[in-house]
């Protein structure tokens, strides 16, 4: 997606050989220009596939997530990370390992939002080791529906999630696809679909 590797030219900041800050757009503060170019596109990828759901987790996966869902006509779920008062009974529960904070934490889904005939489409803003979108598969796996696609805003290539998740059956459509960042610049996968 031209638009979003623009953006990450202009506005990315490489913070290590590991670690992209786009707060001025996803993380923090929020383009929603962009963030409708992202849902329409999201859209254009998955539309011909039944998608009756969407499912992602709080917080930045959100707003690329209810564009999505605006332009796909369905609704929007997002994980929650912290024990919520009004979050309490039929919860599916994984256990999700993060790398960054070293430490595994439960993410939750009120199971009254999926059911066995969605077609679960699973949105996040960033795919790295994948942990974060393998236990929302787990997630929806639990509530008997379909994982149908993970939509992704930014992969970084050279980290193993997305490989993983295609080697487990998953289809991966990331709309700005990252080989490296290495010496402070950012380098795409070559990308032939525009
Ligand atoms: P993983 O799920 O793919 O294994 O990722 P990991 O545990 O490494 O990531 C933990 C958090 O850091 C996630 O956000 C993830 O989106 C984010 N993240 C991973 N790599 C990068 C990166 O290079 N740049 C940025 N900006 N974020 C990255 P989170 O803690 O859940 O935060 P949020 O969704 O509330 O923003
Ligand atoms: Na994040
Ligand atoms: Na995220």
Known sequence: MRLLREKIEQEGIV???GVLKVDSFLNHQIDPILMKEIGLEFARRF???GITKIVTIESSGISPAVMAGL???V???FARKRKS??????LLVSSVYSFTKQEENNIAVSSQFLSQEDRVLIIDDFLANGEAAKGLVDIVNQ???????????IEKSFQKGAQELVDLGHRVESLAKIASLKEGKVSFVEQLEE
């Open 15 to 17: 913070l290590s050989d």
């Open 47 to 49: 539309e011909a596939d």
């Open 71 to 73: 332009e796909l006509g």
């Open 75 to 77: 609704k929007v779920v």
């Open 85 to 90: 008062l009004t979050l309490t009974n039929n």
């Open 143 to 153: 509530s008997g529906a379909t994982v149908t696609g993970i939509g992704i805003v």
